[in-house]
């Protein structure tokens, strides 16, 4: 069909003439009319001659239905066309290699409709399409494109239905190739119908209808998903049934590209969305009499819908979020929008931790460094989940006020002793350091993995290594005057900006990434301190069992202030998960190490989630709290088991102590939860429990 | 957003009608598609290129504004920065990501703040100071740096034929 007019008409000349010949010379011969149809079809070169005719027919056929329903093709779609008929044609051929056992005339035939039923498609696309280009659109636009619109969507539907039965009653054959071509055909002709009728909308009214770019997203979207699926299943029936089908490599290769484009397109336009509504401020009416007020976008007048960047530059709001799709930058002075707006939302956190934190610490820190907030903030977001179980203000983001004191203490005692390894002389010097408050940016993290580092050390496996299960970092404890991160509410703490300075590769994101992985460390390292107070208190409780103690005497614990540990009771719980005091910017240890307590505190804080009582959180939390003091008294009836019984009471009455004392620490901040455990607490009953059952062994 | 790109082409269109710039002229080539346009620019004066009447056209994408058009001289162009098929190489006409010479900072590159009117005044001080470091068609950047004179002679042919006066 889309040849050069002369080739067509000498072809169609040609064809007419030879065939007139072919049958003339067979009157000729036979005289009659059967027997020369008979001639005919038995002589090979006749049937050519035949064929040859037939498909001119076919190509003026084609010509004649372009003409009545696109008139002349532009240069533009022409060029498309014949690229697209090249490949066409190149599939078809490869489709043929695969059945070959059926080729006939009729195959071709088939071939050849679809051929055209695929090039009718492509010419309506590109005539839809180029609807929203041209200013005059006239009715016999209109009428071309839907009656072919409505005729292309017939054959395909009556040619669906068509291979669909053929395949049901004579098995599968060619007709299966055939169903999905058109099948495929048939979507693509929706798709254009609701681009025609979304560019006919948009032409019926004056202004420019804003959500039309939205609507043809989600319907490529969806055509697309379509398609892939179509060409998922063909591929696999082909293969189960045929061979591996070459033929549309191709074409599946584009539709998936097609579909990844459109996914996201719509997750970039969401996004783009999103921030428009969320990041910038609709521009009031002095703002646009103030400035020029035409859109730079579309130079067009802005009245309404109009939103002012950071930059102080105002564009109509539609016009924005197309731009914003491609690029995050002010399409005036270029200015990067996203880092723009990042110190806007920074100044809510801070009022959350000063507080907690004044009243937790005996020696007030001066207000935390500007930078180290903003790096927090992010970091806020990724413990999101379990802490969004705990409702703001209910809990102090400092639940171990005293600890940090008493881990002060116990490094001057350790370092009054004896052990001047290097890694305690570094906890020493972080000690002091946090003493002098000096916690520049980037000191947390060093500091406290040193003093992780010093406090597994003297352990030296005295006690077996704990369980890991009784290790729940709910809450950081953050020693020294480090200023803990924020409570964070939930994912929504992390505002877009924070995300999106953590996506990308170049070094800010790369800075804002290992900010966060940072956070990470500090919170894993708070809780290993944490970890060493649990240890401490088991410790207090093993006193009187002389299996578990060496050499030194501990001290008996009291009320008010848990016993500053020697060094040979602290247990070396957490030497393998404290990452070593690195500095430097290695991503990699900080990301392996907190994959442990964070699922570990993912499943504490689920099994409490999944607590039916409606006892408050604090509640839970000194369920959390306690179960070291469980542990304890599971090890003490471990370990004392040959002991006497009044031996087993003193354990008992130590660990109550010792639990009593340890939730107390928890909630010397928080008013509103009692001191003491409830008796009725299913966890204190099931201590109880256990103290009996070591009391009967 | 394509009815909108055709909103704004009429726009622009209409402004470079009321308010032509000195040696510009452009417009769509017919009515009926304002993404092809046809532009006539005029040599830059006391430059080689002066008096000459350069045509090009502009082909602009589906989502103008957002992505830049393409401009090409459809005469005989020999100029650093204008590739042998008559393809312009300004960074204003580069889409802000792709880079093909790799030194143009996105500062420079297309945003919608660009117009047909800005793109065409850029063409034509490209005309009138070529830029050989970066070049489109090197052999011109060598003889504009190397041998004036013959660069000014190929010019003034190039003039020449615009204009239709045969070169002596």
């Known amino acids: 069909m889309p040849a050069a007019p002369m080739p067509i008409g000498g072809l169609t000349m040609f064809s007419f003439a030879l065939t007139a010949s072919v049958i003339g010379n067979a009157y000729y011969q036979k005289k009659q009319f059967y027997p020369s149809v008979v001639y005919i079809t038995k002589t090979n070169s006749s049937m050519a001659v035949i064929y040859l005719l037939a498909f001119t027919l076919v190509i003026l056929l084609g010509k004649f239905l372009k003409k009545i329903f696109f008139g002349s093709l532009r240069a533009a779609e022409f060029e498309h066309l014949i690229e697209r008929s090249f490949y066409a044609v190149t599939e078809t051929c490869l489709a043929f290699t695969v059945f070959r056992d059926d080729f006939s005339p009729k195959f071709v035939a088939l071939f050849t409709v679809l051929l055209f039923l695929k090039a009718f498609h492509w010419l309506a696309d590109y005539r839809v399409d180029f609807m929203e280009r041209s200013p005059v659109i006239t009715l016999l636009f209109h009428i071309r494109v839907v009656s072919l619109l409505l005729l292309l969507s017939l054959l395909d539907l009556v040619l669906v239905s068509h291979a669909y039965y053929s395949t049901i009653t004579r098995g599968a054959s060619v007709q299966l190739v055939f169903g999905f071509e058109y099948a495929i055909l048939l979507t693509i002709a929706l798709n254009i119908g609701v681009k025609y009728i979304c560019h006919s909308v948009d032409l019926q009214s004056e202004n420019p209808w804003e959500n039309k770019a939205m609507y043809l997203l989600y319907t490529e979207l969806c055509m697309g998903f379509v398609k892939v699926v179509l060409y998922a299943i063909f591929m696999i029936i082909m293969i189960r049934i045929h061979t591996f089908p070459l033929f549309i490599i191709r074409p599946m290769y584009l539709t998936l590209r097609a579909f990844k484009r459109a996914l996201n397109d719509v997750i970039l336009s969401r996004r783009a969305i999103r921030n428009m509504n969320t990041l910038y401020p609709d521009a009031t009416a002095e703002e646009l009499r103030a400035v020029d007020n035409v859109c730079i976008i579309c130079r067009e007048e802005m009245v309404t819908g109009a939103k002012k960047l950071p930059c102080g530059h105002i564009f109509h709001s539609s016009c924005l979020r197309s731009w914003f799709q491609r690029q995050q930058t002010c399409p005036t002075c270029r200015m990067d929008i996203l880092r723009q707006s990042q110190p806007a939302p920074s100044p809510q956190p801070p009022q959350q931790p000063q507080p907690a934190q004044g009243a937790a610490q005996p020696h007030p820190t001066p207000a935390p460094q500007q930078p180290q907030q903003h790096q927090q903030n992010p970091f806020a977001g990724l413990f999101g989940p379990q802490m969004a179980l705990f409702p703001p203000g209910v809990l102090p983001p400092f639940p171990f006020p005293p600890v940090p004191m008493q881990q002060h203490d116990q490094q001057q005692q350790q370092q009054s002793t004896t052990n001047t390894t290097t890694t305690s002389s570094a906890s020493t010097t972080t000690s002091s350091a946090a003493g002098t408050t000096a916690a520049s940016s980037t000191s947390p993290v060093p500091q406290a993995s040193g003093l992780g580092g010093g406090m597994g050390q003297p352990g030296g496996g005295s006690i077996p290594a704990m369980p890991m299960n009784f290790m729940p970092p709910f809450f950081p404890v953050l020693p020294f005057n480090i200023p803990p991160p924020p409570p964070p509410l939930n994912f929504s703490a992390m505002t877009e900006d924070e995300v999106r300075q953590m996506e990308g590769n170049e070094r800010q994101h790369v800075e804002a990434r290992i900010q966060v992985l940072r956070n990470i460390q500090t919170l894993l390292d708070a809780a290993v301190v944490q970890m060493n107070q649990y240890a401490s208190v088991v410790a207090s409780l093993d006193i009187s069992s002389p299996s578990t103690m060496r050499n030194t005497v501990v001290p008996p614990p009291t009320q008010d202030v848990v016993p500053p540990p020697t060094q040979d009771v602290v247990p070396p719980p957490t030497q393998d998960v404290v990452p070593p005091p690195t500095q430097n910017i290695s991503t990699a240890s900080p990301v392996s190490t907190p994959t442990f307590p964070t699922t570990e505190a993912i499943s504490t804080a689920s099994q409490s989630q999944e607590e039916p009582s409606p006892a408050p959180t604090p509640v839970k939390i000194d369920e959390v709290q306690l179960s070291p003091a469980e542990a304890s008294d599971i090890r003490g009836a471990a370990a004392a088991a040959p002991s006497t019984s009044g031996v087993d009471t003193h354990e008992g009455e130590s660990g109550e102590t010792a639990s009593s004392s340890n939730s107390s620490l928890v909630f010397s901040v928080d008013t509103t939860t009692p001191d003491l455990p409830d008796p009725d607490d299913p966890n204190e009953i099931r201590r109880r429990r256990l103290e009996r059952f070591s009391h009967n062994s | ?168």
């Open chain 2, 1 to 168: 957003m394509a009815g909108r790109a055709l909103k704004r082409l009429m726009t622009e269109y209409k402004q470079l009608t009321l308010n032509p710039p000195e040696g510009i002229i452009a417009g769509p080539t017919n009515e009926e598609n304002f993404f092809e346009w046809e532009a006539l620019i005029m040599g830059p004066e006391g430059t080689c290129f002066e008096c000459g009447v350069f045509p090009a056209k502009l082909i602009f994408p589906p989502d103008y504004p957002l992505s830049p058009p393409k401009m090409q001289f459809t005469c005989e162009m020999f100029h650093p920065n204008i590739y042998s098929d008559g393809r312009v190489c300004i960074s204003i006409l580069h889409a802000p990501g792709d880079d093909p010479m790799g030194y143009e900072s996105s500062a420079e590159r297309w945003s919608p703040v660009q117009s047909v009117e800005k793109i065409l005044l850029s063409v034509v001080s490209m005309l009138a100071e070529p830029n050989d470091e970066s070049s489109a068609n090197v052999d011109a950047a060598k003889m504009w740096r190397d041998d004036r004179e013959q660069f000014n002679k190929i010019a003034e042919r190039l003039v020449r034929n615009t204009l239709n006066i045969p070169y002596p």
